[in-house]
């Protein structure tokens, strides 16, 4: 002890509380403690009152100026030094007093010493380590106790905080291997629900990420990351569906995307996306989980440049599986997926796309899985840029093959159409046909992708008793039978217009009450902040090249027309003219930051006008005149 | 070390139905699942296990979650330790009040200064923290050398130990090994009757712990199974 005091004369001799000096205050620290280690009844009058002191030392309600700081950090330290005199009977209010301490509270150097002490009480760990931990997880994230006025000078700190915060963790746990599995209990308490503030929720789930980075995070497997996408997925389930889109099922799923295309300032073709017309706005789980999503988006991309991205990949795809693979109609959540594979196409990208075509394969799972699985599978293929059309073939033959095996052993003629009873056929069969949509073009670009595919069993299946034409949801058949057709794929012609007649019925039954048959996981994503994450691999529709285009001239931008919709037939485009004037002027800028997503009116054939905020109108950009290349229609009359 | 042991066991394993595709791997997550914590029915902590399969059949237990109970044999690595045995460790931390090891790299321990012996001083040599001896030059407790010390309490919660330093057979591992038995002058001539412990290959097998479950432990292993089956 000597020797430390000495060092901390040396360092502190300007600063000295004119009452004491840093002898005088351990000395006294130690007193104190000594005199209050008995029972309360023999407790002198004086001992009682130094004690007190100590206590007015260590008040975590009081604030703190540069002086009472001082003094509070060589209280700290002499209590470091004597750990073992600390009695968790006697000294109970003294403990209380330093596990209240919130860290965000004081100056680096005290939150160094503060942790020092927690660390050296955590290691005496039949008496403190509990507590000790149940005081570090508070400090995860400050707004649960801070006033509000600090907040913002917390937030900047927080880096720093939480680094901290990881080093005294990752020492406890060196002294105290087993602490981590207390860890993960107390993390589990405290940990925030969907219910909670955006700030809270969004501070704590950092640094809670942030221990995946250490040892604690490999000794606690997928844990950590597995609550993070169960907070996610709970965000998710409570924005309603009615909050995006309307339940009208007759819309086409290839007009429902809502892209736009606009020349900037440049001339060049800009490309922008769509908010959902301001709905998602107002909706408090909408913005706690676009959040959430930029905080796990950045720690995936820190663990992907540290080259741990493998390891947490594997945790990543079994909470996956767990959490959100049958949560009902997810429809943001799973793009922390989409994300983690975009970071490693050849590896990750891969793994995930084998997983969901072993569960739609595999005979154990059940139906849910399976067809839930199924639609992730065609959304993932279609939707992500950064997979291959070949692995997206390799998938696709596989897929054809169980259908055409499936067709092998229902072969009975008299059989009516069962949409329930063969929905996971169905299911598969509509994927197939949906990636086919995406990908066609390229596939049949490449003579030898042409000639895989032209060696499925493509023709059989069609034209089974089953009819997967009449069950699937009839705009993709009719998306498929197109470009089916002008691919010269299907050598009998199948009536187009037959299929299109038959409003699924079948369909619903096929998709269930769940109306999985209208389940594309990977449908744009609408969040705003952690769109910057998700757009530079997504794949917009309208940026498919289409084997129908292809009468038309060379130029690759031109396939966005053949998604316009006919303006003169929508009412609500009338709308759109009164308020254009205010919006010319921002029109230029939409390039300058990513982020800044503007809303567009263009693609109005499907939003019903009560979508419409009028006091977002002026902030829209209107389109001044109709598209700017127009090509005659290529399908037929 | 004396406190860990080989045990043979006979175990009846009720699995879930939803594993009966991969009956070996839900046993082995079972018992994984038993692995680092402290086990009354064992009276120590698990750190190993070995299966053989008895018979192919199972019986169903009737009720409401038709679980089956798969027979196994297996051999058990256990850590058992009781007061006054001695354990060894490596020093991790080392302070003025107290030095703080760890066992077979999870088991934290730690020695107060009031159960060192007065042999032991702290010093701070080459800027080093050591606890070294005034009778022998040699014998000096650093951090990262691995010692021997006396159990004086048990925490089976977290697994801690308190231990102490202070019979004459304990310090250094290193040290004791060459010097500990020709050391005459200081040593208790009684405590050279305790042998060395045995390296730890020569722990022969104690008594074999026959874990078929009698009504007691019944329910308890049910429930564990139960629980653990449920989520698997």
Request: hydrophobic share 40%.
């Amino acid at each position: 002890m000597g020797v430390e005091l000495l060092n901390n004369e040396v360092a502190m001799a300007d600063i000295d509380d004119p009452c004491f000096s840093d002898s005088e205050t351990a000395a006294y620290v130690i007193e104190a403690l000594e005199g209050v280690s008995k029972v309360p009844s023999v407790i002198a009058p004086a001992d009682r009152d130094q004690y007190d002191n100590l206590l007015c030392i260590l008040d975590p309600t009081k604030e703190m100026h540069f002086q009472d700081e001082a003094l509070l950090v060589v209280a700290l330290r002499t209590l470091t030094q004597a750990v073992h005199k600390i009695d968790p009977v006697f000294h109970g209010e003294l403990l209380n007093n330093i596990f209240d301490m919130s860290v965000w509270k004081y100056g680096p150097d005290t939150v160094s010493t503060l942790l020092e002490l927690i660390a050296c009480l955590a290691s005496v760990a039949d008496k403190f380590l509990d507590t000790c931990l149940h005081m570090l997880v508070n400090n995860f994230e400050p707004h649960r106790r801070l006033k509000s006025s600090n907040h913002q000078r917390s937030l900047a700190r927080k880096e720093e905080v939480h680094s901290q915060l990881h080093t005294v963790m990752h020492y406890i746990s060196e002294l105290v291997p087993l602490a981590p599995m207390k860890l993960k209990y107390i993390i589990d308490l405290k940990m925030p629900k969907c219910t909670d503030s955006k700030e809270v929720i969004i501070v704590f789930v950092d640094c809670m990420l942030g221990l995946e980075n250490d040892e604690i995070g490999e000794f606690l497997g997928g844990a950590l990351l597995a609550k993070v996408v169960d907070l996610l997925t709970d965000l998710d389930v409570n924005i309603s569906w009615e909050d995006i889109l309307q339940e009208d099922t007759n819309k086409g799923i290839f007009d429902m995307e809502l892209e736009d295309v606009e020349e900037n300032a440049d001339g060049l073709i800009g490309r922008k996306s769509v908010e959902e017309y301001g709905v998602l706005n107002g909706n408090a789980f909408a913005d706690k989980l676009d959040g959430l999503m930029v905080a796990v988006c950045k720690h995936l991309t820190i663990w992907a440049s540290n080259g741990r991205l493998e390891a947490v990949f594997a945790n990543l795809k079994e909470a996956f599986r767990r959490s959100v693979l049958n949560a009902y109609k997810s429809k943001f959540a799973q793009f922390v997926m989409f994300y983690a594979c975009s970071l490693d196409p050849e590896t990750c990208g891969q793994e995930f796309a084998f997983m969901l075509r072993d569960i739609f394969l595999s005979r154990t799972e059940t139906p849910i899985s399976r067809m839930s699985a199924v639609g992730y599978l065609a959304s993932y293929l279609s939707r992500a840029k950064f997979i291959s059309t070949s692995l997206a073939v390799d998938i696709l033959e596989s897929l054809m093959d169980w259908c055409f095996e499936y067709c092998q052993c229902h072969n009975d003629p008299e059989k009516i159409i069962n949409p329930k009873a063969n929905r996971i056929f169905y299911a598969g069969w509509q994927a197939v046909m949906y990636t086919l949509c995406f990908h066609m073009r390229s596939i049949v670009d490449d003579p030898q992708l042409k000639s895989k595919l032209l060696g499925m069993p493509l023709q059989p299946i069609l034209h089974h008793a089953l009819s997967p034409l009449k069950v699937c949801l009839p705009s993709i058949v009719h998306e498929f039978l197109r470009q089916a057709k002008a691919a010269n794929l299907c050598k009998k012609s199948v009536s187009l217009f037959s299929e299109s007649l038959l409003e699924s019925d079948f369909s619903k039954a096929f998709g269930g009450v769940e109306r999985l048959d209208m389940f594309f996981p990977f449908d744009p994503y609408l969040l705003k902040e952690s769109d910057s994450f998700i757009r530079p691999n997504f794949k917009f529709w309208s940026s498919v090249k289409t084997t129908y285009s292809n009468c038309n001239s060379e130029d690759e931008e031109d396939y966005e027309d053949l998604d316009v919709p006919d303006f003169a037939e929508i009412g609500c485009f009338s709308e759109n003219h009164k308020i254009e004037t205010d919006s010319d002027e921002d029109d230029d800028d939409d390039n300058d930051n990513d982020n800044d997503l503007e809303l567009s009116m263009n693609k109005m054939s499907i939003t019903p006008k009560h979508y419409f905020n009028p006091h977002l109108m002026g902030k829209q950009q209107f389109p001044a005149r109709m598209p700017a290349r127009i090509r005659p229609s290529v399908s037929p009359p | 070390m004396e406190g860990l042991t080989v045990a043979d066991a006979n175990l009846t394993v009720y699995v879930h139905p939803s594993n009966a595709n991969k009956v070996k791997d839900a046993l082995l997550r079972q018992l994984s699942s038993l692995l680092f914590k402290y086990d009354e029915n064992f009276d120590g902590v698990i750190l190993a296990y070995e299966i053989k399969f008895e018979s192919k059949d199972a019986k169903i237990l009737p009720g409401l979650h038709p679980l089956f109970g798969v027979k196994l044999k297996a051999n058990l690595l256990l850590f058992q330790p009781k007061v006054n045995e001695l354990l060894e460790g490596k020093v991790v931390k080392l302070g003025k009040e107290c030095i703080h090891v760890i066992i077979l790299g999870f088991s934290s321990a730690t020695i107060m200064s009031e159960d060192i012996r007065e042999e032991f001083k702290f010093r701070i040599k080459h800027g080093v923290e050591v606890f070294a001896s005034s009778a022998h030059k040699r014998h000096v407790i650093k951090t990262g050398s691995f010692i021997r010390f006396l159990v004086k309490s048990l925490d089976v919660d977290i697994l801690h130990v308190n231990g102490s330093l202070i019979p004459s057979n304990t310090g250094c591992i290193h040290w004791l090994s060459r010097y500990g038995t020709e050391d005459i002058s200081e040593t208790d001539r009684s405590c050279r009757s305790l042998k060395r412990p045995k390296p730890i290959e020569e722990q022969d097998s104690q008594a074999m712990v026959d874990l078929s479950l009698n009504s007691n432990h019944h329910h308890k292993s049910h429930k564990r199974t139960v629980t653990n089956g449920m989520k698997s």
